[in-house]
């Protein structure tokens, strides 16, 4: 073997082995899920049946812990602006507040995005004003990925180390998408942190639901709004072309899953369900609009979507959970698997964000007047059918920020909620609250 063909083997072989190791140009390493497999030990009342009634408590103390009875949870209030005419709250009970080490929370406070640290409430010193749809990327700790601030006419996805407080570019969108539209864009991010999905608009004037691949800053599903309406779909007689609520990766990367804002079983209604790579047409979920998030099954391996079900088969008259997998049915509506029955009045949000096989309800509701199972409570409803009753929210619910919309941590250690704490204020006067659900991480 001359020296030729000896340096051409060599370099052979280490295009092989850049190749295994996914890092070949054109076959970027792909990320890993995170997810939490193992079911936590939670802490709670696991009994449906009980009514539990709240203790007249006062507004706790600033970050101090407060047993919350019968329930032998723990909760801490981490804000601090309703006695200076502000509120304090997370964002949404479909998006994560924690990030992946569980050391910060996202924030708003006044009608700002604010970060602080976990267990001692120090605030960051960032500037969030100029940008949309932060989340935490659900694999790198202490980072928010955002889009820019709409302010030109080119959409940029960004980042920061919080810690750090540099803003970082990652990648512009085609030069024809002028502006992100944020609330069908606020989404979670697939757990592996490669799928970002929303809405935008359009240079030409038309708006388009898409998917791009954060492993290589492509483009993948774009889907017309204007064309869906004019081949597929049929426009509402009062409304026209009906936009989507909400727009999101499925949590293993697997759908490209459309929340519309109208029911019903005709093409852009309910909850459909497309190829994330072609944005092909695959299924429906859900035929309604109610309130839900999407989760991961026990092993898994599988996904659905939890929402309140209007007729629990139990009792037709009453409502209650159910759970419908993903991607859905072609041609009519995935079945729901039922699971607790409640009474009306008592559905308020749920966040899927935690481990595998559950999903963290938000119940409405006075549960002093109303003297009924969940009324006023945070609980656990595992994909088996078990609850976990964890604490009342306190709440009066008379704003739109005093809505508890609770969410769970990635690891299930912690639940966060907005509460007015009993006090229904002229102007929005939530705080936000931790509450530590197991006894081990």
């Given at each position: ?46 009994d449906p049946s009980q009514i539990l009634l709240p ?305 963290l309800v938000s119940g409405s509701g006075d549960p ?74």
């Amino acid at each position: 073997m001359n020296c030729a063909q000896l340096l051409m083997l060599l370099l052979m072989t280490l295009a092989v082995n850049l190749l295994l190791l996914g890092c070949g140009a054109d076959t970027p390493s792909l990320p890993k899920i995170q997810l939490q497999l193992t079911e936590p030990k939670f802490v709670g009342v696991s009994d449906p049946s009980q009514i539990l009634l709240p203790n007249i408590l006062p507004l706790p103390e600033l970050g101090q812990p407060m047993l919350e009875l019968p329930f032998k949870t723990t909760l801490r209030r981490i804000t601090d602006r309703s006695a200076k005419a502000g509120f304090g709250t997370h964002i949404y009970s479909q998006l994560q507040a924690f990030d992946p080490d569980e050391t910060f929370v996202l924030l708003i406070e006044d009608g700002e995005y604010v970060v602080r640290a976990v267990d001692s409430l120090k605030k960051l010193p960032l500037d969030l004003r100029d940008i949309n749809a932060p989340r935490w990327h659900p694999t790198l700790p202490h980072t928010l990925i955002f889009y820019d601030s709409n302010q030109n006419k080119e959409i940029e996805l960004q980042s920061v180390d919080v810690e750090v407080g540099d803003v970082a570019p990652l990648y512009t969108f085609p030069k024809q998408y002028s502006r992100v539209r944020n609330n069908q864009s606020f989404d979670e991010v697939s757990r592996d942190g490669r799928w970002i999905t929303g809405m935008a608009a359009m240079a030409n004037g038309d708006s388009v639901i898409f998917s791009s691949d954060m492993t290589d800053g492509m483009m993948r599903a774009e889907l017309s709004l204007a064309e869906l309406y004019s081949t597929v779909c049929k426009p509402d007689p009062q409304y026209g072309n009906v936009e989507p609520d909400w727009v999101s990766a499925s949590p293993l990367g697997k759908w490209l899953v459309v929340q519309w804002a109208r029911a019903g079983t005709t093409r852009c209604s309910g909850l459909e369900t497309f190829d994330i790579f072609t944005g092909e047409y695959v299924g429906r979920v859900y035929d309604g609009i109610q309130h839900g998030d999407l989760g991961v099954m026990p092993g898994g391996k599988d996904e659905f979507f939890m929402t309140f079900e209007m007729t629990h088969p139990l009792n037709n008259g009453q409502p209650g959970q159910g759970l419908r997998l993903l991607p859905g049915e072609y041609k009519g509506v995935q079945k729901p698997v039922y699971l607790q029955m409640m009474d009306w009045g008592t559905q308020g949000h749920i966040s899927c964000q935690g481990p595998a096989g559950l999903c963290l309800v938000s119940g409405s509701g006075d549960p002093a007047t109303m003297q009924v199972p969940f009324a006023g409570e945070l609980f656990l409803q595992f994909t088996d059918g078990r609850i976990m009753r964890l604490a009342h929210h306190h709440s009066t619910e008379c704003r739109y920020w005093s809505q508890p919309r609770a969410s769970i941590s990635q690891s299930g250690r912690y639940a966060i909620f907005a509460s007015d704490w009993g006090n229904c204020g002229d102007t929005d006067n939530s705080e936000a609250y931790i509450l530590e659900l197991s006894e081990t991480n």
